[in-house]
């Protein structure tokens, strides 16, 4: 890499000659290898499928959830260093919970966002902290309809129709890219979340994994953010799996053709 | 002697010094001195504004059952009929709210701020009906340590941490007490009498809060009850509606919350005989 | 020779995207002897291994009670155990002042990851170099957290942490699915156990054993002699499968050390690791 040894890599907020800021890339260096998450924008809401990487069979299934709630109406999920996404949601939480004292009214998606935005922004101006080394999906449903969201580490966001990061990030990206969004039914896109999920980790099959899920959607959860139950999560990993081993024959047929 | 009539029966100069008038004018004198004593006097809240009158509420076998009217008076004046004043806060919990109107707005919304932080971590813990009693009276005797008060009277009624049905009352000086039957503002007099008359022909002593002695109370008996106080209410509390809520929490059935209910089977026979009632005057 | 630049601080990057210095404070954590945790359906244990600096020495502490429903077990640096657990017992405090009611040990875990995510993201602090296996009980049964400095909080079933204690990890990896309906008694053992695994040279006595187990009735701690009967028992288990002389699960008759505010003080004043 021609960063190192320059010098200028090794402090936050500092310039290299051509420009670039290169904690800030390295920061982003530890989002790919992390575990994928991605975020759907549906017609009714928002989904959210994480790649949680089983470090230990020991750990207890179902807890350790790593999507995080930001407010009744809003999710965030983050690919990367787990704490950092904590210590994100944590500052997403307040803002939203200063919105609703000063209005009355639920935070709207993108005045979050550009807030949160801000506060990642803030953590690549000054050398006495890090950037946060996560992206992070934020999505939700307000007045406006849904909103679908990625942070990078540079502060920099997009709106996205379909958003992906972590180590699968490009399996999942082509495979968001060959949906319908947003004209899906967040019903749907469970399950085709799921399915992106299982094929991303095609890669590291040696590690064991489990999937998360969350969804706020109007016509099902009320526009409320929460874990998708237990019954349609089991079924959309049915499904995920079959597709998954459809494929692995599919693929074997063309071996033998071949 | 002094002969200035104005001075007699006063205390003498020459003994205590000169009266210091900048303390009778202590609103000048301090607007002179801005700068050193720019936060004097501060005032707080004085008085409630715009009220809602007595809530009331009664321990049956397995939860509780509260009612409200849904008023909001200004002064004596009816200004708002369609104030709810029982406040959901989940399946087992409710809070009862009197006193001053914009106070019971702030109390909704801390509760609903709580409700958003409990499901930040996935705790899966809910609160319980007397850990939101805690909470609200450690809001309370903060605000009036703060000599701020939210100028409310409440009864918090559902199921506790214990599983049993649970009804608990506090105050804007954070004073707190249970009992099986409960009333805040003007029901104190008017249907805790009532109330209390239930409970003994049922055999209850109402002195003992922690004894299950309200076990032997029907649902039905008790919502019979709570009726026949909101009558009552409406009939001799001049701040009071005939539209009013009831709420039941009970371990089998939940949480159940009926609005817009009118009293019934009232007469106003006896109001002809009473001087100055209703339109011009009869006698 | 090769200097890595990028381990010097918190709050650089090394170019892959790693924090050296808080992979360092994990580090740490080995340095300090093993702990152990594992639970049941209905209590949740603690087994640490205590060590002496010299012989005429105390043992340092291993265990620390956070709440009637709370304890650690610390390994590494045992001054940052203290202050993190310090700051538990405020939490726990200030949950049972507001609400009435035993701080969830999720939210209590969750906090402290929060803390000590910040030692990982500003300069002028370092990471806590300490990890902690965190056992409660609270309304949704028991629980078993380990905390890591880098602010990672995962629940588990069982797990070891500390110096040698793969093995440990490994002996529970075996077993932890028999764990599921043990009584209290059968789960102490089976934590001794695990604790063996990461002896060499050493025994396990009743002055170098610590034992915590929380469930319904709440958390007693086991110290020095209180300890020998589960030493022992562990024995006689091993031998004939399973104790067969007293099926109870009365721990109470073995008249356990509950932490009373004199302990308390002595979590205080020690700082011996």
């Known amino acids: 890499m021609t960063s190192i040894g320059t010098g200028y890599d090794l402090s936050n907020s500092v310039f290299s000659p051509d420009g670039r800021n290169f904690q800030v890339e390295y920061a982003g260096k530890a989002v790919e290898n992390a575990g994928t998450s991605v975020g759907i924008k549906c017609k009714d809401g928002v989904v959210f499928a994480f790649e949680k990487i089983i470090s230990s069979k020991l750990l207890v299934p179902g807890k350790n959830k790593k999507i995080l709630s930001i407010d009744k109406h809003v999710g965030l999920i983050a690919s990367g260093l787990i704490p950092d996404s904590r210590h994100l949601a944590n500052r997403a939480r307040q803002e939203s919970k200063n919105y609703r004292s000063f209005y009355k009214s639920p935070i709207p998606i993108p005045y979050l966002v550009d807030r949160i935005g801000n506060y990642v922004q803030a953590h690549t101006c000054y050398n006495s902290v890090r950037p946060f080394g996560i992206m992070s999906i934020i999505g939700g449903v307000d007045e406006d309809g849904p909103h679908l969201y990625m942070i990078e580490p540079s502060g920099v966001y997009w709106g996205y129709l379909g958003a992906a990061a972590g180590k699968g990030r490009q399996i999942a990206k082509s495979e968001l890219e060959k949906l319908d969004l947003p004209n899906i039914s967040c019903r749907d896109a469970l399950k085709e979340a799921a399915r992106i999920i299982y094929l991303a980790h095609e890669d590291q099959k040696d590690k064991e994994f489990e999937l998360e899920m969350s969804w706020i959607s109007l016509t099902e959860t009320n526009g409320r953010h929460q874990f998708v139950p237990e019954d349609l999560l089991k079924q959309a990993k049915l499904l995920a799996e079959e597709s998954d081993e459809e494929e692995e024959e599919d693929e074997d047929e063309e071996m033998q053709e071949n | 002697m002094d002969h200035d009539p104005f001075r007699w029966g006063r205390p003498r100069d020459d003994i205590y010094g000169k009266y210091d008038y900048s303390i009778a004018n202590s609103e000048h004198y301090f607007q002179e001195h801005k700068d050193k004593y720019s936060e004097f006097p501060r005032m707080n809240t004085q008085e409630p504004i715009v009220t809602g009158t007595s809530v009331i509420g009664i321990k049956f076998e397995d939860g509780i059952i509260m009612a409200a009217d849904n008023l909001g008076s200004y002064g004596s004046l009816s200004r708002f009929t369609d104030i709810e004043r029982l406040i959901e806060f989940n399946d087992k919990t409710v809070v009862g709210i009197s006193g001053d109107i914009s106070d019971l707005q702030k109390i909704e919304r801390l509760l609903e701020e709580l409700k958003i932080e409990s499901s930040y971590d996935d705790v899966n813990i809910e609160f319980q009906a ?36 649970f009804l608990k009352y506090v105050d804007l000086l954070g004073v707190e007490y249970a009992s099986p039957a409960l009333s805040t503002g003007f029901g104190n007099y008017l249907a805790i009498p009532i109330l209390r008359k239930f409970l003994e022909e049922k055999g209850i002593d109402e002195t003992k809060t922690d004894s299950d002695n309200f076990r032997n109370i029907k649902e039905e008996e008790a919502r019979k009850c709570v009726l026949e106080c909101m009558k009552v209410l409406f009939y001799r509390d001049a701040r009071s509606l005939n539209k009013f809520s009831i709420v039941t929490i009970s371990k089998k059935n939940g949480i159940k919350l009926e609005k817009n209910l009118k009293i019934e089977d009232m007469s106003w026979e006896f109001a002809k005989d009473i001087k100055g009632y209703g339109n011009g005057q009869r006698y | 020779m090769f ?35 594992l639970r049941s359906d209905t209590h949740a244990v603690l087994v640490a291994l205590k060590r002496n600096a010299e012989d005429l020495g105390s043992y340092h502490k291993k265990i620390i009670k956070i709440d009637n429903h709370i304890a650690i077990a610390l390994s590494g640096l045992a001054p940052d155990a203290r202050v993190l657990s ?27 990851a929060d803390k000590a995510q910040q030692n ?7 990471p806590y170099g300490v990890g902690l296996l965190v056992v409660g009980y609270d309304g949704s049964g028991p629980h078993l957290f380990e905390f890591q400095p880098s602010g990672q909080v995962l629940e588990f079933y069982a797990n070891a942490i500390g110096a040698r204690s793969q093995g440990a990890r490994t002996y529970l990896e075996r077993n932890f699915s028999s764990f599921k309906s043990t009584t209290e008694r059968e789960l102490i053992a089976k934590g001794v156990e695990a604790l063996r695994q990461t002896l060499k040279d050493t025994e396990l006595t009743s002055s170098n054993t610590s034992i915590a187990i929380v469930g319904k009735s709440g958390l007693k701690i086991f110290e020095n002699e209180d300890v020998e009967p589960f030493l022992k028992q562990e024995t006689a288990l091993d031998l004939a499968g399973i104790d067969e002389n007293s099926n109870s699960t009365d721990i109470e008759e073995r008249n356990p050390v509950e932490q009373t505010q004199v302990n308390d003080t002595n979590v205080e004043t020690m700082d011996t690791d």
């Open chain 3, 86 to 112: 310090n700051y538990l017992r405020n939490k726990a405090m200030e949950e049972k002042l507001v609400y009435n009611r035993p701080i969830p040990i999720q939210l209590a875990v969750n906090l402290l």
């Open chain 3, 3 to 37: 200097r890595n630049n990028y381990d010097s601080d918190t709050v650089t990057f090394s170019p892959t995207g790693r924090l050296f210095q808080v992979e360092y404070a994990l580090e740490a954590i080995k340095q300090g002897s093993a702990s152990i945790g």
């Open chain 3, 120 to 126: 990982t993201q500003s300069y002028g602090s370092r």
């Open chain 2, 130 to 165: 007397d850990n939101i009693h805690k909470y609200l009276r450690n809001v309370l005797y903060s605000r009036r340590n703060k000599m701020d008060p939210l100028w409310n009277s409440l009864i918090v009624g559902g199921i506790g941490s214990d599983n049993e049905p």
